[in-house]
């Protein structure tokens, strides 16, 4: 059991790694064409709406995605033990179908640490939008963002569903985009379709999150629509893999939330299989990783004070648990995040975050650049061109890249750095509200 | 072999749990008796001495502490991969050797990442130590606490080492105290004795660090003296059970430095073996670990702009690790700390850095106390006293206390806010060079 366990993990990495050189390697304006101000609704037979149930007090915060069509439905969920309860409804829901036909997302309560009431109050919301929207409750996916340990104001939640569901629309899309927001700045949404592909396969998302800046009032969702056709076991697949290198490799602060949720609906409108052949496949796959890399820098650069978006490339790795969790130490060290936004090339820092990393390395091997500049060599200071480096440190993209010269995987963690506005944001949150 | 590790290590926990028990249950001041201006050389035979080598600009950066006397030996190293020079040497050094009569300290320079040369220099450092206190090269320690990627100017230290080697005096501890110090902003020193023993049986500590606030010129230093009798197995023993439960669980930013280290040295002076029965040595670990948790609590409020220390107690535990790391994951939360700054009772921040430790728990059997008051009762709000708990968020000390209601295990954390001035000193480090 213990081996089989071993060669399924294998597989899946040299998978990954297949994934991250398809990315690394082709041109993605060769295969992906971004659509302008796309989102969910341009994949056709979407609908979206949304509305003001009152939960919040000036905007919408009600939404429903919607496609009358059969579908397949993936999702992946936070690992939160105090996962909120539509968290742990829909797991349950998916159990029962991947046949989602709609989702209803409600902002401003998450429904965290409300208990038993809170996990009826997200049951009721399967099944008034459900009879709302003439589905089957087993098609109903929910879910929340905003503030942990309040229940869900039933009343207005309902009333919510019945006028959103009278108003979906192929429009609504940018709509639904704003109301799923909580203390963004900004919407974040895209759509591409595949290149010289006909019938047309298009891809849409959109996200909120300023990535756990901020738990309250927080999360990170992701909803995503194409009209592909595509088994469950494939889709389960694809979105995993492509989250693992792209959202799962972003941290603003280390913390994670109770609500993260991101899903993928394709409801085979266009009558593609995607599996139909190897080249259609492997640009899907691409397509899938650009819309959801451009949705993680949308979230990353919508965090709160960020002046810098930082890149850390960990290669040569042992292992990508190992390449993606020392890129993580590094990312998630407030001394150098400090550091970075004050413009400061500390690389000590980076090196002691390194070396708190877990598993075993040989510090003799590790190189680290700057951009393209040798900052440490096996080890030890390398001369590098001071007035070159303090130029690029002035820059709002900063690329750092750890050679660990002992395997052949790899991982790209992306942060920001942390200024006063963040401790201003969080330390004052309380008098936002 | 799987399950001789297993049971080893529950006997360790076990010893671990009745450690703290005798630190909860007893009451200090029948044990321990505080010497006024006590440090290292309140204790018999112990002698020490600083000066200024010119690492440093404008303060003593070399300090030595020495006896005469035949010692027992035994210190804990920081496991950063990164671990500089002088952890490397002093590692091989006590494999040589537990008898050491002396340890030179450094400030300024860290010695970390400085290849085969700054290996040399150590080991140098080492060379010129012995021969100016006319010891043996395998009764030296040396350490370094300062920049990470210079090396060590070896005429300034062999100064140094030639001019405190003839100054060293039983009034020299609090002179070693201030000179390890570097972004400190005061001296860490301690000395107690034990209650009616005769002869008398001191214990005396020096420390340095405002902990990986500031890993370039950071790192955490402790040095302990003492004058009983005691093997090296039970030497290290208690050291590091005590070490476990103060020190390493104090966390200020998540960071860990390449130099941190914590060295004991018995001279035996006393002739009073520690272990002549049961009574004395649960004295001497409870004097010890009072030692070692009062340099803790002084570490921690030097940290740079602090406002509050916060204590974070995870109860009931199905185990030491599990409880601490928990404890950990909301010390670390920066989204906790921030909160916390702001004086704001913010403890969906708490309960969504509980539910991203990796262990199995169960949500609804989770409480969380603030000082007494019962914030969320198994896993859901519990109506607690707003007016009350908003007073108490104004206090310099708060207390967190987790019950899991799944074991006996427990651990306590140290920690501190995180605020304005953490982010400007650390981003502005630079231009305080």
Redesign the interface.
Known sequence: MQYLKISVILVIWLDRRKIRDIMSKENFSNIVEIIKDGNITTVPEFYAGSCHSGIRKWKDDLSIIFTPLRTTTSAVFT?????AAPIKVDKWQLKKSRNINAIVINSGISN????KE?YLNALETVKIAAENLDIGEQNVLVSSTG????QLPMEKIKYGIEVCSKNLTRQGGGNAAKAILTIDKKTKEIAVKLKDQNPEIIIGGIAKGSV?????MATTLAFLTTNVKISIKLLDKLLKDAVSVTFNCLTT??????NDMIVAVANAQSGVDVSKNNKLLRNFKTALYFVLESLTKKVAEDAEGVTKIIEIEVINSKSIHTAKNIGKKVA????FK??M??Q?L????I???????GS??D??KIDLYFGDELI?K????NDFDKKKTAQMMRDSFLRFKVDLNSGNFKAKILTND???D???M?????KQR
């Open positions: 690992t939160n033990k105090f996962a965290a640490c409300t208990g809170g503030r942990i340990g309040v756990m800046i901020e738990p309250n602060d280390g913390c994670q939330s109770t998630n060290s407030l001394l400090t550091a936004f004050g400061d500390n690389w000590g820092r090196v002691a975050a390194i070396g708190s990393e075993n390395m510090q003799e440490m096996k080890g030890s200071k942390i200024t006063y963040y401790i201003k969080n330390a004052e949150y309380k």
